[in-house]
């Protein structure tokens, strides 16, 4: 069974950063991709960034491209995400989740995964 452990949110004034990481169990880290999500209140979960199994692929949602960047580090079996020039629209509790697909690119649906931490709750105030 694998365990996604978040950590790294908290509350920030609008314009500031995080880095948000997701731990994971087991030794099969390094194959899969892995990816983020996020939910606000009342709205569905939605797709952030995704990171393949080698790392050399990444993608990003559009609201968030270019401010925020995905990473992994393998041997530590962590991903993560910077978040810069966060916006009040940023707030949302953000999830890591691990890629189905046996070295898979990381796809933008929910579906695609098949683990999920218990999420970090992220506050940006305007």
């Known amino acids: 069974q694998v365990q996604l452990v978040e950590s790294g949110g908290g509350w920030v004034q609008a314009g500031g950063s995080l880095r948000l990481s997701c731990v994971a169990s087991g030794r099969t880290f390094s194959n899969y991709a892995m990816g983020w999500f996020r939910q606000a209140p009342r709205k569905e979960r939605e797709f952030v960034a995704a990171?393949?199994?080698?790392?050399?692929?990444?993608s990003y949602a559009d609201s968030v491209k270019g401010r925020f960047t995905i990473s992994r580090d393998n041997a530590k079996n962590t991903v993560y995400l910077q978040m810069n020039s966060l916006k009040p629209e940023d707030t949302a509790v953000y999830y890591c989740?691990?890629?189905?697909?046996?070295?898979?690119?990381?796809?933008?649906?929910?579906?695609?995964?098949?683990?999920w931490g218990q999420g970090t709750q992220v506050t940006v105030s305007s």
């Open positions: 990171i393949s199994w080698s790392g050399r692929i990444t």
């Open positions: 989740a691990r890629d189905r697909t046996f070295q898979g690119v990381g796809l933008t649906t929910t579906i695609q995964y098949a683990y």
